[in-house]
T-cell receptor, first 112, second 114 residues
Framework: GENVEQHPSTLSVQEGDSAVIKCTYS??????FPWYKQELGKRPQLIID?????GEKKDQRIAVTLNKTAKHFSLHITETQPEDSAVYFC???????????FGGGTRLMVKP | GAGVSQTPSNKVTEKGKYVELRCDPI?????LYWYRQSLGQGPEFLIYFQGTGAADDSGLPNDRFFAVRPEGSVSTLKIQRTERGDSAVYLC????????????FGAGSRLTVL
């Protein structure tokens, strides 16, 4: 089955700096890659996703890149703010009707 | 409803007891997923329903775990003879159809087995 690895497990940055979280996946049939943000004690919430027919997607301060050949994808957060502090999870899926396989999570801490 | 609703939010039980966790998906969402999240880890897939039928139950860890969705809406995750290792947050998610991957998660049911 699919295996998703996520790095780093923790990331501490200064407010205003950029943060990058990287994930690799094992199943070349995977074609949908969402990112979820989970604040302490709260539900995971989708922040951005990308499908395998594009290489990059941007939404304000958040961007995701995908390299299908290398089977890795990354989340980029620019101009970080304290409210960005949370655990971020990447995931992969083989598309419609298939379940998501999640990475182990990255705890992002943005210091004011 | 406005979101995915899960009850109870917290459940403490003793080893060996039976537990039911309920999920009420977003109205009109035909696909429903159960995940389990242990402390410090990512959600782990358990089972997925499309309508009333379990389309994929490959993530259920053993036969103590069972889930139903008799009318294609509310789902119940049932755990028999609970063990301490079952302690986790059980997350439910729904999506508009099996053709859509965007999952909306509930707040989860935190199960503690003493």
């Amino acid at each position: 089955g699919e295996n998703v690895e996520q790095h780093p497990s923790t990331l501490s940055v200064q407010e205003g700096d950029s943060a990058v979280i990287k994930c690799t996946y094992s199943d070349s049939a995977s074609n949908y890659f969402p990112w979820y943000k989970q604040e302490l004690g709260k539900r995971p919430q989708l922040i951005i996703d990308i499908r395998s027919n594009v290489g990059e997607k941007k939404d304000q301060r958040i961007a995701v890149t995908l390299n299908k050949t290398a089977k890795h994808f990354s989340l980029h957060i620019t101009e970080t703010q304290p409210e960005d502090s949370a655990v971020y999870f990447c995931a992969a899926s083989k598309g419609a009707g298939n379940m998501l396989t999640f990475g182990g999570g990255t705890r992002l801490m943005v210091k004011p | 409803g406005a979101g995915v609703s899960q009850t109870p939010s917290n459940k403490v039980t003793e080893k060996g007891k039976y537990v039911e966790l309920r999920c009420d998906p977003i109205s009109g969402h035909t696909a429903l997923y159960w995940y389990r999240q242990s402390l410090g880890q990512g959600p782990e897939f358990l089972i997925y329903f499309q309508g009333t039928g379990a389309a994929d139950d490959s993530g259920l860890p053993n036969d103590r775990f069972f889930a139903v969705r008799p009318e294609g809406s509310v789902s119940t995750l049932k755990i028999q003879r609970t063990e301490r290792g079952d302690s986790a947050v059980y997350l439910c998610a729904s999506s508009y159809s099996s053709g859509a991957n965007v999952l909306t998660f509930g707040a989860g049911s935190r199960l503690t087995v003493l």
